[in-house]
């Protein structure tokens, strides 16, 4: 029996030994990418990356402020992340048949004024496209914070055209789940902070994860600051004040609290197998079916895994977790990262962990187009695996049809770069000739393809 015993250990040091330095291998080689990225002043932050139930890299690169340094503990804002938490969290009602996804949002919020709006649409990005904040900013006093309530209170009286009926189109739309948390509040009857904590936060001990004061003035403490390098230093690029909205951001989480909320996923779940299946199901608006699943995740490089970032002012952050290989890469960053520099690294991360050999994070060569050049973008690729798409202008806007025919509004985010809500895609284009472009590089946080134009 003793003999047997000893056998059973040794043969799990043996096994255990390959996997350990896997697992070394991983840690050096992201610790290297980080340091000389930092180096190139590309990224700023902290990282947690982890497999299984063990956090294998637990880091911050550089500083938040002056000379403090960034470590995975320390909460910037988190953007667009906080749709997932919505989206969970009005799940979790319905779970508990406190709400239904095609309530009407007058059942619970009567004064919004588009009757045939439901609770599902505002998960989805189906409201048909509510206004901008800057709309609503312009509506208010200016030394008034801008809540939801008021939000809503703008919609009511002014009943600004959508850019679709609901449900018709996807319209990328943060102030879909600002409502949506403002829902959370009056079904739960409590703060949207307080429900976070006591269904997410506490379960998870993300104890660095908290809804912004609307004022600046009202923070308490010291808070990270953002930043944008330009011309050899740092400047300011810091978010806005009297945001007193949230739901669609404006929550704040560590590396660390990001990184426990994706492992939560497939390690020690405090949501049901139920709900969790729910979370990850695919969403069809009128028949053309989304990118976005249900909870707000964009799937990742297998039908297994999922990932979703969030960027405002000079801050981006980032979390993936895959659940069948069971690991989780999760990163806050405060430099305001070039955008063609973002789906570089979240996919270099990705190689590392799986094994997979890495390439260089270059800026692409791609073309510099503005508003007189953008005519030449127009037409349809042929994307590997997508199939062909098409781009046109709408207004001097550009959009893309999906062989999926979803139409998706595309945003120029610097000279060279655009970017494309609800399907995750960072293009650009080259080789331009006769005046329209030949190539277009379509990038997503995990790969990158080059689709050719289609001539007609």
């Not at 939000?151 to 409502?179: C, T, W």
């Not at 690729?381 to 046109?392: M, Q």
Request: proline share 4%; glycine share 8%.
């Amino acid at each position: 029996m003793k003999y047997s015993n000893l056998f059973v250990l040794v043969f799990f040091l043996l096994l255990g030994e390959p996997l350990i330095a896997q697992n070394k291998a991983k840690v050096a080689a992201i610790d290297s990418l980080l340091k000389q990225l930092n180096q190139r002043t590309l990224f700023n932050g902290a990282i947690v990356v982890g497999e299984r139930d063990s956090i294998l890299l637990s880091k911050g690169y550089g500083f938040t402020d002056g000379s403090a340094l960034f470590n995975a503990d320390i909460p910037t804002d988190g953007g667009a992340i906080a749709e997932t938490f919505t989206a969970a969290s009005i799940l979790l009602l319905a779970e508990q048949q406190k709400l239904n996804l095609l309530d009407s949002v007058q059942k619970y919020i009567p004064e919004y004024p588009y009757a045939h709006t439901q609770i599902w649409n505002l998960l989805t990005h189906s409201t048909g496209g509510l206004p901008d904040y800057d709309y609503y900013f312009g509506k208010i006093p200016v030394t008034e914070a801008l809540s939801t309530q008021a939000m809503i209170k703008v919609l009511n009286q002014e009943k600004p055209a959508l850019l679709y009926p609901p449900y018709s189109n996807f319209s990328h739309d943060s102030r879909g789940f600002d409502i949506a948390a403002a829902i959370v509040e009056r079904v739960s009857g409590e703060s949207y902070q307080r429900f976070l904590s006591r269904f997410f936060f506490e379960p998870l001990k993300m104890y660095q994860s908290y809804v912004r004061p609307p004022m600046l003035n009202q923070w308490p403490g010291e808070r990270v600051k953002a930043y944008t390098f330009v011309d050899d230093t740092f400047k300011l690029n810091d978010i806005g004040d009297r945001e007193g909205f949230y739901g669609g951001g404006n929550i704040w989480f560590s590396a660390k609290d990001l990184y426990l909320w994706g492992e939560s996923f497939y390690n020690k779940p405090i949501l049901s197998e139920s709900l969790l299946s729910i979370i990850n199901s695919w969403v069809s608006i009128q028949g053309k079916l989304s990118m976005l699943r249900l909870g707000g995740w964009y799937q990742g490089r297998n039908q297994n895994a999922y990932y979703y970032w969030g960027s405002v002012a000079g801050f981006y952050s980032f979390v993936y977790y895959d659940t069948k290989q069971q690991f989780t890469v999760s990163f806050v960053s405060n430099t305001n990262m070039p955008q063609w520099a973002r789906p570089q690294l979240t996919a270099a991360l990705l190689d590392i962990m799986e094994g997979r050999k890495t390439q260089a994070i270059a800026e692409p060569q791609a073309d510099k187009i503005g508003e007189q050049q953008m005519q030449g973008m127009v037409g349809k690729y042929k994307i590997d695996k997508l199939g062909t798409v098409e781009i046109y202008l709408k207004d001097k806007t550009p959009y893309i049809k999906l062989p999926s025919y979803m139409e998706y509004r595309i945003i120029q985010t610097d000279a060279k770069t655009f970017y494309i809500p609800g399907i995750d895609i960072w293009a650009s284009f080259q080789k331009r000739f006769n005046s329209v472009y030949e190539n277009i590089l379509w990038c997503n946080s995990y790969s990158l393809v080059v689709g050719e134009r289609i001539m007609d």
